[in-house]
């Protein structure tokens, strides 16, 4: 499968047949962020009421939209065109410092033999149950950028216990993001060694199950431009 970067928390995953999955979408005039012009078949969202998170009406091809929440909320599990979507619970950082928090949803799925896990909006530790949650995963998308999401110690005790073999690093400042209220990458970085960092050196990046590592790994991607 291809993993490919917009910014903020979205992605678009292409698997081998050419399905094309789309996660938790922004508005682009309030990221900083480029639109999103490829087509998709689903649209994967966190919530359903965040504009840095859920603008699946914003993506072209007519996509199926799974609310993460929403699923969470409906036993946790959906299937569509082939691909078994699970998600959780979560809720934005209650110390919020922009806004009431809000809840949200985690979710999980395995596409081309590589499970993938995405935090969704989560601002606080997580629970023993979130943490099961994503264990055995192959790729985590992990918020990176501490407040208002899950901050750092916090996010590297996840990473510890679940131990994914690759933690792409997302939701963390950048030149193009508008709110400049996130870390820059650096702050996650400094909590692995250096060799167990890998630079896709593009926004777009091949994953393969044979090409995993023994022990986890970040994998840093630029964001389309």
């Not at 914003?58 to 946790?76: Q, S």
């Not at 650096?186 to 960092?197: G, M, Q, R, T, V």
């Amino acid at each position: 499968m291809k993993l490919k970067w917009y910014g903020q928390a979205c992605f678009l995953i292409t698997t081998d047949n050419g399905l094309k999955i789309v996660t938790d979408p922004y508005t682009p005039e309030t990221s900083g962020y480029v639109p999103v012009q490829e087509n998709a078949d689903i649209v994967i969202r966190s919530s359903d009421n965040d504009s840095f998170h859920c603008r699946a009406d914003l993506i072209p091809g007519d996509p199926i939209v799974i609310t993460a929440l929403d699923l969470a909320r409906e036993g946790g599990e959906r299937t569509e065109k082939g691909v078994t979507f699970h998600a959780i619970e979560a809720m934005e950082a209650l110390n919020h410092r922009y806004h009431d928090p809000d809840q949200n949803g985690m979710y999980r799925f395995t596409v081309d033999g590589i499970s993938i896990g995405h935090m969704g909006d989560v601002g606080n530790p997580l629970s023993d149950a979130q943490i099961e949650f994503f264990k055995d995963l192959d790729v985590l998308l992990a918020l990176t950028g501490g407040h208002p999401v899950i901050e750092l110690d916090d996010l590297k005790t996840v990473i510890d216990k679940a131990q994914p073999k690759f933690v792409v690093p997302m939701h963390f400042q950048t030149l193009s993001y508008k709110p400049r209220n996130a870390l820059w990458v650096e702050s996650f970085l400094n909590y692995f060694d250096k060799d167990d960092i890998d630079f896709a050196l593009h926004y777009e990046t091949a994953i393969t199950p044979d090409m995993l590592p023994d022990h986890t790994h970040v994998l840093l991607l630029d964001y389309v431009k």
